[in-house]
């Protein structure tokens, strides 16, 4: 391993991991996180599963770290800072014995316990007053801001909770506009709409997931954190 390299030890050691990146606690600072590809997800493998003609994209466009961080410098110059109160600051890439790592704030609550995701929060409480107050203020303000983003997805939203009431909701994955020509870039006005758009199906999102529980169907892969998966620095 080079000099200067983070060293995170085997894919193991990772707190989570989504359908494409290990997140990992930075060992040299517990308020950071480090994604890093999975590597049964490489781009290869990712850019091999689509079709022609998005198979013809170089295979940049199937890294999943390399194109948030392009999306950052974009909301940077786009939204800048107010995009802050939504989105955790990303600090570049790192090199790690896993391959380039993606660092960024780790999102926890005020008892250092790395937050849950917004799936986990509604399944385990339902959509109580307490979300409500919070979804109502990410919501007026993603839409406000013209954040770019896919679609709202629950298992990418982290509720920070300060003594157990979510006080803010982060996006941490699935930033920028997904279109071929990205026009909202460069309308405000095109980016306040989907945005504001994004945001309704978020809501939806919520119902189906009640829904899935009062069925007593399954949680899925991904979004859920076991306790000891959110230990304190
Ligand atoms: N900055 C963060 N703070 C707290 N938890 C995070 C953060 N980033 C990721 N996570 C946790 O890790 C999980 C997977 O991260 P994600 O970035 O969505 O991976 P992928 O790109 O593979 O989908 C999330 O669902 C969340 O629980
Ligand atoms: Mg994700």
């Not at 781009?43 to 390399?66: M, Q, S, W």
């Not at 409500?132 to 709202?152: D, I, V």
């Not at 997904?178 to 006005?189: G, Q, T």
Request: proline share 6%; aromatic share 10%; hydrophobic share 35%.
């Amino acid at each position: 391993m080079n000099p200067g390299s983070v060293e995170l030890g085997s894919v193991d050691n990772a707190f989570s991991q989504g359908g494409n990146r290990l997140c990992f606690i930075h060992p040299e600072d517990p308020t950071r996180c480090i994604k890093v590809l999975r590597e049964d997800r490489s781009p290869a493998i990712k850019r091999g599963e689509t079709y022609f003609p998005k198979n013809l994209k170089p295979l940049k466009y199937f890294n999943d770290n390399l194109q948030e961080a392009s999306v950052y410098r974009k909301i940077d110059q786009c939204v800048g800072e107010p995009a802050y109160e939504l989105i955790p600051r990303c600090y570049g890439f790192v090199e790690t014995n896993l391959g380039p790592g993606l660092c960024s704030d780790m999102i926890r609550d005020s008892d250092n316990l790395i937050s849950i995701t917004m799936k986990q929060y509604i399944w385990t409480y339902g959509k109580d007053a307490r979300i409500n107050g919070a979804l109502q203020s990410f919501g007026e303000r993603w839409a406000e801001l013209g954040m770019p983003s896919r679609q709202l997805l629950l298992h990418n939203l982290v509720v920070r909770c300060v003594d157990s009431v979510p006080v803010q909701l982060y996006l941490i994955d699935g930033l920028g506009w997904p279109d071929l020509v990205p026009l909202a870039y460069w309308s405000k006005r095109l980016a306040r709409k989907k945005a504001g758009r994004r945001v309704v199906s978020l809501h939806h999102a919520i119902d189906r997931l009640l829904h899935i529980k009062h069925n007593k169907q399954d949680y899925g892969p991904h979004g859920w954190l076991l306790p000891d998966e959110r230990r304190a620095v």
